[in-house]
């Protein structure tokens, strides 16, 4: 099955289709948003993604009055969240700035406003955050769009996958295996899950990583997640949550680079005798 996302396809043929995951790293300046959009641009991804939220809505109602030490000072986790949301006025200069760079970007909606809101930004596609699985109203909001959906799956039982696909269009979804630990052990990883995910919905599957560094991505990638998404910042030690567990520019670049490699080596699964493997063969193979 291929599921098309803009311009490019997400199915078991298709190249690898990277997603950086801005998130939150923009820690609220848009001059940091634009810059990784380049990032993204010029390491060769397909899209960049953001998360929209209504903090008001979306901020668990035990958290709302946490103190949180910021760089702006000490303040309430709700008014944190509100300091670092993007609002109308950003997402038009984000939304200019992947088209010049011939990048697709989108987001992940916490909540009902949220859907409206990048429905209004006529973005090409949605990605369910692990901690939305068991958001029913959400997800039904989103699959009444009728765009195409990652659905990432970390932090979430068969059982509760199984209700989220059946909520969703199949046809236009793809299945993101994740570990919601920031950062990643490997032995969390459990990257055998893809097979399982593909042998049990039938639709394409992707990995969305948290881990530090890049050889259990490009695994992913080498037992057959279609789509690779991975958090990136500008600075690893950067204030914030995410960023350990985020790749810098080198590092993505990296990865791109080392996927497009292992796509190139899996081949087609036919034995083959290569042209360049004839010269060695008589020189070598004493009984012919």
Not at 1 to 7: E, P, T
């Amino acid at each position: 099955m291929n599921v098309r996302f803009g311009d490019s396809v997400v199915g078991e043929f298709s190249p690898t289709y990277f997603i950086a995951e801005a998130g939150i790293n923009h820690n609220g300046s848009l001059d940091t948003a634009l810059d990784l959009v380049d990032v993204a641009a010029d390491s060769g991804c397909q899209a960049i993604k953001f998360q929209k939220r209504t903090p008001s809505i979306s901020t668990p109602d035990s958290q709302k009055n946490v103190i949180r030490e910021t760089p702006w000072g000490s303040m309430t986790y709700l008014d944190y969240k509100k300091r670092i949301e993007f609002g109308r006025e950003e997402y038009s200069v984000i939304a200019k700035k992947a088209k010049e760079r011939s990048i697709s970007w989108f987001a992940s909606p916490w909540d009902l406003p949220s859907v409206d809101f990048l429905e209004e930004m006529d973005v090409f596609s949605y990605k369910i955050a692990s901690a939305s699985v068991t958001d029913l109203e959400l997800l039904k909001a989103i699959r009444s769009t009728g765009k195409p959906v990652f659905l990432s799956t970390g932090m979430s039982t068969l059982d509760e996958i199984d209700g989220a696909v059946s909520l969703l269009d199949e046809e236009n979804l793809v299945l993101m295996h994740a570990t919601s630990t920031y950062p990643l052990e490997p032995s969390e990883a459990n990257l055998k899950m893809i097979d399982t995910l593909k042998t049990r919905y039938n639709v394409p599957v992707g990995y969305s990583g948290h881990e530090k560094g890049l050889q259990i991505s490009v695994a992913a990638a080498a037992l057959g997640a279609r789509a690779i998404e991975r958090h990136i910042t500008l600075d690893r030690t950067m204030w914030g949550t995410d960023h350990s567990a985020s790749l810098e520019p080198k590092a993505l670049r990296t990865l791109v680079r080392d996927v497009r490699i292992i796509e190139n080596a899996l081949g087609d699964g036919i034995k083959t005798v290569y042209e360049s493997e004839l010269g060695p063969r008589d020189k070598l193979r004493r009984i012919k």
